[in-house]
């Protein structure tokens, strides 16, 4: 809540890629091109809630918290026990060891979305917007939504740089961890920085499940989802029935879900496929 909460325009157009012009009462004007900014905050909650009320509704307001990916991860005190051992870590050492390869390369990549990727973008994109209205698991975060899905096409196509040297189109595949990937992020941003009111449980209810309804159909590649599966396995505190029912008939009235029953079973469907990642 320094200096630099005072520059957060600009920061937010080093985000985008814009020219920054720079304005020097003893060197003259110039201007800042094909800047690259990234950040990496770590913050005491204190540290982050005092910032909030200082800067909270105009770092909101501009956009320039929409931009971070927040988490809030539960503490390790009294757990962090050391016995001595050093255990060796290769998939860690090979994660620094791809940084330092990628670190030295001086030309960038172009990278494209697969049509498919870009058809199940187009979906993402249009889903957040519609979390924006009224009602909308995104009405008190629409800060967060207007930039999630350029935020998922950036975590796209960073995974793929990473891991891929030899093609430079995105699949549909790579996008969809980004997609869940935000959803996560998003649950935290609501958690967080939500704005309280009366439908804040219902929508969070809304989100977990269909995030789960999500994974369930792209981890098991399947179509329909039994009710009866999601009344044994859903979310802990969605599995009363009258609770549930609600929220499915929420979610049957939004065009998310479709319900079909077949030999007295009850069959859910997502309307929108498997690039869906949260409500």
């Known amino acids: 809540d320094g200096p630099m909460a005072r520059h957060q325009p600009t920061m937010n157009a080093l985000w985008s890629g814009t020219e920054i012009p720079v304005h020097r009462k003893t060197s003259g004007t110039f201007v800042l091109e094909d800047a690259k900014l990234s950040a990496v905050l770590l913050a005491q909650p204190s540290v982050f809630k005092r910032f909030l009320d200082k800067q909270g509704n105009q770092a909101r307001g501009n956009g320039f918290l ?123 941003y609501l958690t967080i920085l939500g704005t309280s009111n009366p439908a804040d449980e219902e929508q969070r209810d809304l989100m977990d499940l269909t995030n789960w309804l999500l994974a369930c159909v792209y981890n098991k590649q399947v179509d329909c989802i039994p009710k009866s599966y999601l009344m044994q396995y859903g979310p802990n505190r969605l599995r009363q029935k009258v609770k549930l029912d609600v929220l499915l008939g929420i979610l049957a009235s939004h065009e998310k879900i479709r319900i079909v029953t077949k030999s007295n079973k009850k069959y859910i469907y997502l309307t929108l496929g498997k690039t869906l990642a949260v409500f």
């Open 66 to 188: 929409a931009r971070f990916l927040i988490a809030y991860p539960p503490s390790t005190q009294g757990s962090r026990v050391e016995d001595g051992v050093k255990v060796d870590c290769p998939t860690l050492d090979w994660f620094y060891a791809r940084c330092k390869e990628l670190l030295h390369k001086d030309n960038p990549r172009l990278l494209n979305f697969s049509p498919r990727a870009r058809t199940e973008l187009v979906n993402v994109a249009n889903f957040y917007e519609s979390c924006m209205r009224p009602g909308g698991i995104f009405y008190s975060a629409k800060d967060f939504a207007s930039k999630a899905t350029e935020n998922i096409a950036r975590l796209a196509a960073i995974f793929h740089a990473f891991f891929t040297d030899d093609s430079d189109e995105i699949t549909s595949e790579t996008l969809n961890y980004a997609i869940n990937l935000i959803a996560t992020y998003g649950q935290q």
